[in-house]
């Protein structure tokens, strides 16, 4: 990757990758599934198809990207590591990579609060986020305001919450009984010690964390610490016409990586094509794709 930036706004490569990602348009499909480490984006990868060769790119800030397709369908499997600056990156620049819907599934591990089996698969219906509050004095507790701060919760996409639910429930291999909770809020949180309740040498005052959590929201099985994000940002995500009133050119329109084989790249453009509209003044303008997102 060369390491030129051509924007202090939305900095990318001379070759136009993203700059945390590595990607460019083209080598990342609409399809997505995130996951946190690279050994389970290869693991899930080796069940895409084994023509076309799938695409591989790890980049310098570790995030991996394997794009093939699954039964013909293009899919991009994006491991991005842990908590919610990696899935802002995750989300903000692959979406830069891409014209139409993006649908993206986080498949993770979570903590469990309810009294269930190790294994069990929760699909959960909405997120709300559990940060540390920088404003409570941690060192004395002498404070006014709280230690964590909780937000409103989130929806995942209705549509596709259920698709997940109903194809685990299809897939699911025999011998396994265990329920798959689908009607559970998720919280995710900014630390995978203080914030979802555990002790360390730290004073984080949050022995009372849980139990206030559960008595507020009744419906909270699983602690996590990226669905949020990506919910949040995939709900209020919007395109907009260019400035300019024109249709800016798709990215995908930009020549592959010199360096990799163009045979070796599955095509990602699968999607139906964005449909035009025109504006009072007779410009095209960008319809407005959207985001769909959901956790499992
Ligand atoms: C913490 O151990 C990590 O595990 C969970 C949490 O969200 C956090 O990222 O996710 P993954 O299993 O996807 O890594």
Not at 124 to 132: H, I, K, M, Y
Request: hydrophobic share 35%; charged share 20%; net charge negative.
């Amino acid at each position: 990757m060369k390491d030129v930036i051509l924007s202090a706004n939305f900095p990318r490569t001379i070759d136009h990758r993203v700059y945390h990602l590595g990607l460019r348009a083209g080598e990342v499909a609409n399809r997505i599934v995130t996951v946190g480490s690279p050994s389970r984006a290869h693991g899930i990868a080796a069940y895409l198809d084994a023509v076309p060769r799938c695409f591989v790119l790890t980049s310098e800030r570790g995030f991996t990207t394997i794009t093939g397709r699954y039964k013909g369908v293009p899919v991009s499997i994006v491991s991005i590591g842990m908590g919610g600056p990696n899935a802002d990156f995750f989300m903000r620049e692959v979406r830069e990579c891409l014209n139409g819907d993006m649908v993206v599934i986080r498949l993770g591990s979570c903590g469990a609060l309810v009294d269930v089996p190790v294994g069990t698969v929760v699909v959960p219906e909405a997120s709300l986020s559990v940060t540390r509050n920088y404003d409570f004095d941690f060192t004395t507790s002498m404070s006014d305001d709280v230690p964590y701060r909780v937000s409103k919760p989130v929806s995942t996409d209705p549509e596709l919450h259920a698709a997940v639910k109903d194809a685990l429930e299809k897939t699911r291999p025999e011998g396994i009984q265990f329920p798959i909770l689908h009607q559970t809020l998720n919280a995710s949180t900014d630390s995978f010690y203080s914030s979802q309740g555990r002790h360390t040498s730290f004073p984080d005052h949050n022995e009372n964390l849980i139990p206030q959590l559960l008595a507020t929201h009744p419906a909270l099985a699983t602690f996590e610490m990226e669905t949020f994000h990506i919910l949040h940002l995939a709900t209020s995500w919007r395109t907009s016409a260019h400035p300019s009133g024109r249709v800016q050119p798709p990215l995908s329109a930009l020549p592959v990586h010199p360096s990799i084989s163009p045979s070796h790249i599955p095509s990602t453009q699968s999607e139906p094509p964005n449909v035009s509209v025109s504006g009072p003044d007779g410009h095209e303008l960008q319809p407005r794709p959207k985001i769909r997102a959901a956790a499992a």
